[in-house]
Each structure stands twice: as C-alpha cells, then as structure tokens.
C-alpha cells in the first residue's frame, strides 16, 4: 500500500513539473512581431461624369479616372482614427460625342476653349487632363492591429497641380487613320481641389470625390464641374 501511495505521489509530482515547464515556455517565448498595414498605397480606379456642365457640351457616358498615391499614415494616439497625407499622380479621360475643343489661341485676354460640332468626322475624340496631387484624409480602422482586415472608412481632401492637358483625336483619310493630339494647359483651371470620401472592408473599398473647382479656368471655358466614383485598392 505505501509503495502505491509512492507510485501515485510520484506521478503527480512528475505530471506538476511537466506543467511548470510547459507554462514557463509558454509565457517566455517571444510572441511575433506583426507590422500593421497603414494603407501606405491607394489606387483608384473610377467612372468620372460631368455632373455640371452645359447643355452645349455632349460627353459619351463612358468617362474614366485613375488615381494612385503614395501616403503616410499618422496614428491618432491609440484610438482607431489616423490622419494621413502623401503625394500622387491624379488622370482623368472623357471622350466626346461628335464634338471637339475648338481653341481660340490668339494671345489675347479674352481666349477661350468651347466644345463645338465635330466637323472633322473622327472616330475618337477624347480630352484628358493630369494633375500631381497630395491627398489628405481622416481614417478610420475597426482592426487597429491588421488593417488588411476589418471596416475601414475615410474622408478628406484632393489638391492637385496640373501637370498637363491634351485632347487626342482619330480619323480617317483616304483609308488611313490620322492621329491629331493637341496640348494645351493655358484654359485648364491649374489647381484642383476636391472633397474625397472612402469606405470598404480590408483592401477594398469604394471611394466617390467631387470637384471643387471647375474643368476650365474662369471665363476661360464652359463651367464643368466633374465627380467620380470607383474602387480603391489599399495595402502595405
């Protein structure tokens, strides 16, 4: 009976240390280290309309915008807001319905830029403008620690500088396509600004902006002012 009562003892005693060294590995293994995402890259991808314009201006309904950033997040202490900002390239392309951009580009003050009746006959005809834009938002994180996972939401503002305006044109002539491309930045307004919202989950999201400032400068072409909807991709 005591040799049983030793048995017993022993295997207890065993089975304790066995837990003691279990949990001590347990709680001094180093738990990995996880850098969280803070949506350094956006890119955007998105359906643009001329919400506000003339009726003297025909846009085809098919108008496209593409928008990629790079930003840096600033976390708001602990909470699940952060304040970001960074820098990219903003372009956009609107194609005309037989119509195209006639420029009055005399030298003089009064010059200006008017859609008018196509009368060259051309296939294509789009306008396309490029502006170097710095991003601001306020942001929101459900998942603080993986922002790839989880709600996330954001608003903010666009503003951007142009780099460069040019309308693109395809027609045809005795059986062969002509290319006819003008640039010209002196009727585009030279500074963008636009208010910008997002909200998705993970690496989605859909994003809308609309413009604050108009296509064509002040009395420089017709009052158009754009807004977009799409989706945004965000990682890293």
């Not at 919400?51 to 997040?73: E, H, I, M, Q, W």
């Not at 010059?111 to 403008?129: E, G, I, L, S, W």
């Amino acid at each position: 009976m005591q040799r049983f009562l030793a048995i017993i003892a022993l295997v207890f005693l065993s089975a304790s240390q066995l837990m003691a060294q279990d949990k001590t590995t347990t709680t001094d293994a180093p738990r990995p280290i996880s850098k969280p995402s803070r949506d350094f890259v956006l890119l955007q991808f998105g359906y643009t309309s001329w919400t506000v314009r003339p009726d003297s201006v025909d846009p085809k309904p098919f108008a496209y915008t593409f928008n990629g950033y790079l930003c840096y997040d600033f976390p708001i202490k602990k909470t699940h807001f952060s304040f970001a900002t960074g820098v990219g390239i903003g372009t956009t392309t609107v194609y005309m319905d037989k119509q195209q951009l006639a420029l009055s580009d005399t030298g003089a003050k009064g010059a200006d830029a008017t859609f008018v009746t196509d009368t060259a006959n051309y296939k294509r005809y789009k306008f396309n403008t490029a502006y170097l834009q710095a991003p601001f938002e306020l942001r929101y994180f459900s998942n603080i620690d993986n922002r790839n996972k989880g709600f996330k939401a954001a608003i903010g503002l666009q503003v951007g500088t142009l780099l460069g305006a040019h309308t693109k044109a395809l027609r045809s002539v005795e059986g062969a396509n002509i290319k006819d491309k003008m640039n010209t930045k002196r009727y585009i307004s030279p500074w963008n600004f636009a208010a910008t919202a997002r909200i998705g989950w993970g690496n989605f999201s859909v994003f809308g902006s609309y413009n604050i400032t108009p296509v064509f400068k002040d009395k420089a072409g017709p009052p158009i002012t754009p807004m977009t909807i799409g989706i945004c991709l965000s990682g890293l």
